[in-house]
């Protein structure tokens, strides 16, 4: 094999390895490949009750009811999301906006767009946008979509 067949076939190999990361999908289970964008025609809906209005998700990939679901949360500036959990670990990049996350026992983290975050299962959070830009979230979940409420305090 030729330094550039080896060289192209690595570069193949870390994008499949990248996007088969970020999908959290199997790759060889899609029929076709799927592009989306903040400003397509998604179809958003509400978030779970647990949130307060103006929360909005729509679903990227998948089915939300099971392993692997992609999906985009939006909220308007300002607006907090309270204390919760997930059954399942979560993946997010933030697409647009400025967002405080703090996860329990862990400092206040700022993300903008571009940053990454990780929320292993179970461990309680809650966030704030700030400003009065919007904040959408890409969030890759690795088991069902779910939220159960947080009482208690994150510190």
Known sequence: MTKAR???FGMALSLFTV???VAGANLSAQTAPITRSVSSALQWGPCPAIFPTGCQIAVL???PSKPNADVFLRVPGGYTIPAHSHTSAERMILVEGKLTVRYKGAAAAVLTPGQYAYGPASLPHEARCMGR???TLFIAFEG???ASPYVGSLK
């Open 19 to 21: 996007a088969h990361l």
């Open 61 to 63: 990939h998948g089915d």
């Open 6 to 8: 080896i060289s192209a």
């Open 144 to 146: 069902p979509v779910d």
């Open 133 to 135: 830009k919007s904040c």
